[in-house]
C-alpha cells in the first residue's frame, strides 16, 4: 500500500511537471487557446479598484475574442505585499497557488521572480512587444500606474500641499496626521533611482519619526475621506481614479518629483491549475481590447504605447520606472523600510 502511495505521489508530480513543459511550449496563439479551452477556468488575483464589474467586463471581452467560455473567479486584492507572500509560503509547502495569474506590481512580482515562482511562456512569440515582457519571459507590463503623496483638499489648505518629498518631514505632520501604507517598495523606488539608498533610508528613518498612521492602502483611503488623516505619504492614482468617480475630495499633491510609477504586470504563477488559461488572459490584458477595458475599469494604461492616457501625462515630468536589474535591491529595501516604519 505505501508502495502503491509513492507511486501516485510520483505520477501527479510527472504530470504537473509535464503540464508546466507544455504551458511553457506552446508555440502560437491558436495552439494556447486550444490549451486554454481544456483548462476551463481562471483564477485571477488582480487590484480590488478593478472590482466585479470590470472583471465582468474583462472576462466577457477575453471570451469574445478568443472563442471561448472561461469562468473566471477574482481575488480583489487589498494587500499585495501579504497576497505575494501567502503564494511564497504555499510554494514552500508544495501546495498549489490559490491564483492562476496575478496582476500586482512589478515589485511584487519582483519578489516572485527572485525565488523563481513564475510560470515562462515566450510571450514576444505570441505577438507581445518584447520591451514590455519581463522578469525572463515571467511577466508582461500592462499598466502603470503613479504615485505621490495625497491629501484631503477639504482638510489641508493650499499653502500646506507638499511640493517634495522631503515636505512630509515637517514637525507639523507629527501626531497621527500623516498615514503610510503597506506599499514601502514606493519608497525603495527613489533609492534604486533618483536619491540613492544612503538619501532614501535616512529619509525613511525621519519619516518614522513622525508619528504614522500605518495600513493598507485601502483602509487609509476610507481614513483620508473621513478626516481621520489629513495626507497619505504615497497614494495610487487608481484611488484618485475611484475618488474623481465618486466626488471624494482626495487628490495627488501633483508638484513633487520625482514621480513614481509602479507598472501593473500579468504573470502566471509556477504550478499554477490552469497555466495556459492564464498565460493567454495575460496576453489578452495587453491587446487594444484589453488596454480599452483596464482603463475603463481599471483607471491606468501603459506610459510605454505612445498615445496612451498615462503616456501623454508622463510626457515632461520626472519619472521613476523600475527595471529588473533593480528587483533586488527593491526587494530587500522593502523589507528593510517595512521594518523601519514599524510594519513588523
Given at each position: ?8 505521489v510520483?505520477?501527479a508530480v510527472l504530470w ?7 504551458a511553457?511550449?506552446v508555440?502560437s496563439?491558436?495552439q494556447?487557446?486550444a490549451a486554454?479551452k481544456k483548462e ?5 488575483l488582480?487590484?480590488s ?10 472576462a ?8 471561448l467560455s ?7 486584492s ?6 505575494v ?6 510554494s ?10 496575478m496582476?500586482v506590481t512589478?515589485?511584487h512580482?519582483a519578489?516572485l521572480?527572485l525565488r523563481k515562482?513564475h510560470?515562462?511562456?515566450d ?5 507581445v ?7 525572463d519571459?515571467g ?7 503613479f504615485?505621490?503623496p495625497?491629501?484631503n483638499s ?5 499653502q500646506?500641499v507638499p511640493k ?5 518631514l515637517?514637525?507639523?505632520w507629527?501626531g ?5 501604507s503597506?506599499?514601502?517598495h514606493?519608497l525603495?523606488r527613489?533609492?534604486?533611482?533618483a536619491w540613492g ?6 529619509f525613511v ?7 504614522l498612521?500605518?495600513?493598507?492602502m485601502g483602509a487609509?483611503?476610507?481614513?483620508l ?8 505619504a504615497t497614494?495610487t ?9 465618486s466626488?471624494?475630495p482626495?487628490?495627488?499633491?501633483e508638484r513633487?518629483?520625482?514621480v513614481i510609477s509602479?507598472?501593473?504586470n500579468a504573470g502566471?504563477?509556477k504550478?499554477?491549475?490552469?497555466p ?5 488572459f495575460?496576453l489578452?490584458l495587453?491587446?487594444?481590447e484589453?488596454q ?5 475599469y481599471g ?6 504605447i505612445?498615445?496612451?492616457t498615462?503616456y501623454?501625462?508622463a510626457?515632461g515630468?520626472?519619472?521613476?520606472y ?5 528587483a533586488?535591491?527593491i526587494d530587500?529595501?522593502s523589507t528593510?523600510y517595512?521594518?523601519?516604519?514599524g510594519?513588523q
Amino acid at each position: 500500500m505505501r508502495r502503491f502511495s509513492f507511486l501516485l505521489v510520483n505520477f501527479a508530480v510527472l504530470w504537473l511537471f509535464v503540464e508546466q513543459l507544455h504551458a511553457a511550449s506552446v508555440a502560437s496563439i491558436e495552439q494556447l487557446i486550444a490549451a486554454a479551452k481544456k483548462e476551463g477556468t481562471l483564477e485571477l488575483l488582480a487590484p480590488s479598484t478593478l472590482g466585479p464589474q470590470g472583471t465582468q467586463a474583462l472576462a466577457a471581452g477575453f471570451n469574445k475574442k478568443y472563442g471561448l467560455s472561461i469562468k473566471v473567479q477574482y481575488s480583489p486584492s487589498n494587500n499585495m505585499v501579504g497576497d505575494v507572500a501567502k503564494v511564497v509560503t504555499q510554494s514552500a509547502a508544495g501546495a498549489t497557488p490559490e491564483w492562476d495569474v496575478m496582476v500586482v506590481t512589478d515589485a511584487h512580482h519582483a519578489t516572485l521572480w527572485l525565488r523563481k515562482l513564475h510560470q515562462p511562456f515566450d510571450y514576444a512569440k505570441l505577438g507581445v512587444n518584447p520591451h514590455w515582457v519581463q522578469y525572463d519571459n515571467g511577466t508582461i507590463i500592462l499598466a502603470n500606474q503613479f504615485v505621490y503623496p495625497a491629501y484631503n483638499s477639504k482638510v489641508l489648505p493650499p499653502q500646506d500641499v507638499p511640493k517634495r518629498w522631503e515636505d512630509l518631514l515637517d514637525p507639523k505632520w507629527k501626531g497621527g496626521k500623516l498615514g503610510m501604507s503597506t506599499t514601502t517598495h514606493h519608497l525603495a523606488r527613489l533609492a534604486a533611482g533618483a536619491w540613492g539608498e544612503k538619501k532614501t533610508t535616512e529619509f525613511v528613518k525621519a519619516l518614522a519619526k513622525q508619528e504614522l498612521v500605518l495600513g493598507t492602502m485601502g483602509a487609509l483611503y476610507t481614513r483620508l475621506q473621513t478626516g481621520e488623516i489629513v495626507m497619505i505619504a504615497t497614494l495610487t492614482d487608481s484611488y484618485i481614479n475611484t475618488a474623481k468617480k465618486s466626488g471624494a475630495p482626495i487628490v495627488h499633491a501633483e508638484r513633487i518629483e520625482p514621480v513614481i510609477s509602479p507598472a501593473y504586470n500579468a504573470g502566471v504563477v509556477k504550478g499554477a491549475a490552469h497555466p495556459n488559461v492564464g498565460a493567454l488572459f495575460a496576453l489578452f490584458l495587453t491587446t487594444s481590447e484589453g488596454q480599452k477595458l483596464w482603463e475603463e475599469y481599471g483607471g491606468q494604461s501603459s506610459a510605454f504605447i505612445p498615445g496612451t492616457t498615462a503616456y501623454k501625462y508622463a510626457q515632461g515630468k520626472k519619472v521613476l520606472y523600475m527595471t529588473p536589474e533593480q528587483a533586488e535591491m527593491i526587494d530587500r529595501l522593502s523589507t528593510d523600510y517595512g521594518k523601519i516604519l514599524g510594519f513588523q
